[in-house]
């Protein structure tokens, strides 16, 4: 029974953490998951990670709760799953009720204003790191470096001449993509060479 | 105020169940509801999105809280984060539960192994992008010239991250890198 609730404070409070220090974004909490979920409790490999993220991605609602509900009922049932999400969400929650008291100043904070300033350094060298360790897992299919080298430049291109494309679009034709070329496919092959 | 929070946490329950992608995709959702129910006005919410992109926590999350707390106090903002996390929650856990015997779908295993490269580029050109948007002021680039203390920030955190792993043999936690901005952030800024 103990080592039940114990189950549940550290997935709590580990996602407490993650969602105190996760800032600007889902992908932003990739390392804080590597470091906590699968470094420190091994909760997940790090292989795991990636497909979580697919999945979390490829669901509805922001990528963080996605993750957080996955991991904490693997850990633990659905009681799990929702420690970890109510750890994810408090930090957020109760910093955000207390701004929401305040709310025109809080803006006007020069103090707040340029500590952020400083984690979105912080922040762009973090998903820019998970980027780079993503690239390195798929180094080894050409297809798949030739998929998402185009899409780096796509994006970027696109973004400098202001045109945004959907990333809901850019799922769906991952999603389609895969199924095409990695099931329809080589079941038609399979097809055509039992004719033969 | 029944009708008042049912309604906070109606609305961002759509938001939470069709959003895909990341928080950010429900900016546009966000925007149309908040102004068709005549609840904000667009500088509110302009304010709203960069007070939801500074604070630690998902995204979704943060307007949630915001928006359900002016219109409802308390009750408001936890009837409308409710809204937002219920959805996502529930359909996680159905494929949680599921998982286990959908894993071996070799159709799943293979639109999922198609997504891989998708994310990898969605990934990898969002931490680009953001170290671009730290470099440039504007991005038609050159014309608002270099952001030079974001520059400096990334630099010095760079190598002290790489330097921390090179001694400990283990990567910095991302705790003590976003600790550490913070301080040069309120150095190198004032």
């Not at chain 2, 030079?148 to 001694?167: G, N």
């Amino acid at each position: 029974m103990s080592s039940k609730i114990a189950k549940f404070v550290t997935l709590f409070w580990s996602f407490f953490k993650i969602g105190l220090f996760t800032f600007g974004g889902g992908y932003a909490m990739i390392p804080l998951i590597e470091k906590e979920a699968s470094k420190k409790h091994q909760w997940i490999s790090e292989e795991e990670i990636f497909d979580i993220i697919l999945i979390a991605e490829s669901t509805p609602g922001p990528i963080s709760i996605n993750a957080a509900t996955y991991i904490g009922y693997n850990v633990a049932g659905i009681s799990g799953a929702i420690f970890a999400c109510l750890g994810l969400i408090l930090p957020g929650f109760t910093i955000l009720f207390i701004i929401s008291l305040f709310l025109t100043d809080f803006l006007n904070i020069t103090i707040i204003n340029n500590a952020f300033l400083g984690i979105k350094a912080a922040v762009a060298l973090l998903v820019m790191n998970a980027g780079i360790k993503f690239f390195h897992q798929i180094r080894k299919e050409p297809i798949s470096i030739a998929i998402a080298s185009s899409i780096i430049i796509l994006l970027i291109v696109s973004e400098i001449i202001g045109w945004s494309i959907s990333s809901i679009f850019l799922i769906v034709c991952g999603l389609a993509f895969g199924l095409i070329f990695y099931a329809l496919i080589p079941q038609l092959k399979k097809k055509e060479g039992e004719k033969k | 105020m029944i009708v008042k929070l049912l309604t906070l946490f109606w609305v961002f329950f759509k938001i939470g169940l069709f959003t895909f992608g990341g928080g950010y995709a429900m900016i546009p959702m966000i925007t149309e509801e908040m102004i068709g129910h005549g609840w904000m006005v667009e500088q509110q919410i302009s304010d709203f999105i960069a007070i939801g992109e500074m604070t630690p926590g998902p995204f979704a999350i943060n307007m949630a809280t915001l928006i359900g707390s002016m219109h409802a106090g308390p009750l408001g903002a936890v009837a409308a984060t409710l809204g937002v996390v219920v959805p996502p929650v529930i359909i996680i856990l159905l494929i949680a539960r599921l998982f286990k015997s959908i894993s071996t779908n070799k159709y799943v295993q293979a639109a999922l192994k198609g997504l891989k490269p998708v994310i990898v580029g969605l990934i990898f050109s969002t931490g680009l992008l953001l170290i671009l948007k730290n470099i440039f002021n504007s991005f038609f680039v050159f014309q608002e010239g270099l952001n030079i203390p974001s520059i400096c920030i990334m630099i010095i955190l760079a190598t002290f991250s790489f330097l921390y792993k090179k001694v400990t043999k283990k990567a910095m936690h991302p705790i003590a890198l976003i600790g550490l901005a913070a301080m040069f952030g309120i150095i190198v800024f004032i």
